[in-house]
Every structure is written in C-alpha cells, then in structure tokens.
C-alpha cells in the first residue's frame, strides 16, 4: 500500500470513528445500538490517530 493511502484511510477512519461516537452519544436507539456505535467509534477514533501518527512518521 502506497503511503498516501495508508495516510488518507487513517484520515478517513479517524473521520468515521468521530462520526459513529456523534451518532452513538446523540441519537435514539436501541440499548445495544448506541452503546457497539459509541464504543466502536471511540475505537476507530484511536486506531486511526495511532495509525496515522506512524505512517506520518516513516
């Protein structure tokens, strides 16, 4: 995978990560809905930031 992938798909997992915690916390749903959406996101959020600060780094 070239760099400039690795870095727009980490982007683009950080985005979506932000974007399933909105959803998890503001929107009403199912119990185990909003709770897989909010912990999933804060997952996501993570693994995309770690990610992206490697390969900003190599």
Do not use: D, E, Q, Y
């Amino acid at each position: 995978m070239k760099r400039t992938h690795k870095i727009l798909s980490s982007i683009l997992l950080v985005i979506i990560g932000w974007l399933m915690i909105g959803v998890g916390f503001t929107m009403k749903m199912g119990h185990p809905v909003n709770t897989f959406l909010l912990l999933f996101g804060i997952l996501a959020f993570i693994v995309g930031a770690i990610w992206f600060i490697i390969c900003i780094k190599r």
